[in-house]
């Protein structure tokens, strides 16, 4: 199963193209830039050995739905990047609600 555009709940503001230049601007969090730019750099160059372009169509969706989801609601990923770095520093991290009780509430049945 993969996302498209219609899974994603509109918050008016528009989703980015599913290309790399419009996937990078829509990465706000430095974080999120700093990996992706990280992470095509190393597809690229296993693009380079391999010469299959798969991986680099699974980058591409990888990192548009991450792109969708900083449209959505960037502060929420800057909010996940801290929380993961509170983990990370053995901080403790307050919990949310479960995966299961959002998705209930959105109507989706797990």
């Known amino acids: ?18 290309n790399l230049r419009a996937i990078r601007a829509a990465l ?10 990280a992470g095509l750099k190393a597809v690229l160059d296993e ?4 010469l299959d372009l798969g991986v680099l169509n699974t980058f591409v ?4 739905i991450s792109a969708c989801d900083t ?9 996940m990047h801290v929380r993961a770095q509170q ?7 307050p919990q949310g ?4 009780e959002i998705l209930a509430a959105r109507g989706i049945d797990v």
């Open 1 to 18: 199963m993969t996302a498209q555009p219609q899974d994603f709940i509109s918050t008016g503001a528009p989703l980015p193209e599913k």
């Open 71 to 79: 449209a959505k609601d960037p502060e929420g990923r800057r909010q």
């Open 87 to 93: 983990a990370l520093a053995g901080e403790p991290v």
């Open 61 to 64: 969706h990888r990192w548009w």
């Open 47 to 50: 693009v380079r050995v391999s």
């Open 97 to 100: 609600r479960p995966w299961r």
């Open 28 to 37: 706000v969090v430095p974080e999120d830039r700093e990996a992706f730019d």
